[in-house]
């Protein structure tokens, strides 16, 4: 495990490279804490190609087995100036966050827009285009509003509810179609956003309902 400030980040990347492809993707996770994010490392870890940034505001709270190839950053996605400059150089920015969204959405685009960094992956959550709107759902609602505003080549995922099956069994339904179901396996979501990772110029500028089918 790389734990570094920001300010110490380009020196490890510097060792890091000389193990990475030059060729590699990188991918930035902010809330890599989270439960979403969980899965997603693991099953990210296992390839070589992806060069791994995981920022989140405390190390502690990592669950992975392995995470020896990825960077680490522990900061806070309200810190606009650390948020920045992990974000420069990045290829695909996975937000799996939780609380003030739509201070984050925005700190998250504007940090984007100026590091030129395009592909972004928005995890909000169903419901957040129904009327009249939950008041639990506001801030994923105003939150996606942010990054659908922006030019950036954006995935938003609005998934059901979430359950431990050891699964993957999903479908996704485009904005402005019902949304289905009522649950997903974290397994499942987390590889559609695996998926996407792989080959962003999948889903660019959807916002898609994520749900397991029947
Ligand atoms: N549970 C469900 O059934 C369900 C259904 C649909 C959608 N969703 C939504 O889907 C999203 C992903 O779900 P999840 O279960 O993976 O979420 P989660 O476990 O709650 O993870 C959210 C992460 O956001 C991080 N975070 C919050 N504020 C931050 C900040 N200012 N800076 C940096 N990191 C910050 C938290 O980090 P800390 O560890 O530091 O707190 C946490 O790791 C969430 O928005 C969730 O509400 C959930």
């Known amino acids: 495990m790389l734990l570094c400030s920001i300010f110490q980040t380009r020196l490890f990347s510097e060792i890091e490279l000389t193990k990475i492809p030059m060729s590699a993707k990188k991918v930035i996770i902010l809330g890599a804490s989270g439960n979403i994010a969980k899965h997603v490392i693991d099953i990210l870890t296992k390839e070589d190609h992806i060069q791994l940034t995981l920022f989140l505001r405390s190390a502690k709270r990592l669950k992975n087995k392995d995470i020896s190839k990825a960077r680490i950053i522990e900061g806070d996605v309200l810190n606009y100036n650390l948020l920045k400059e992990a974000i420069k150089g990045q290829d695909i920015v996975y937000a799996n966050l939780a609380g003030e969204l739509e201070a984050m959405a925005k700190n998250i685009v504007k940090a984007m827009g100026e ?14 285009y129904d009327v009249p709107l939950s008041s639990l759902l ?19 995922l609005r998934p059901t509810w979430f359950t431990n099956v050891n699964e993957i069994d999903y479908e996704t339904t485009r904005k ?17 956003i695996t998926k996407i990772i792989e080959s962003p110029e999948k889903y660019v ?10």
């Open 138 to 156: 506001r801030r994923y609602r105003y939150a996606a509003d942010v990054i659908e505003a922006s030019n950036l080549e954006y995935t938003i």
């Open 115 to 128: 590091t030129g960094v395009k592909k972004i992956i928005f995890i909000t959550s169903i419901g957040i």
């Open 176 to 192: 402005g179609e019902p949304e289905k179901g009522s649950v997903i396996s974290q397994k499942s979501l987390a590889t559609l």
């Open 205 to 214: 500028r959807e916002n898609l309902g994520v749900n397991k089918p029947n």
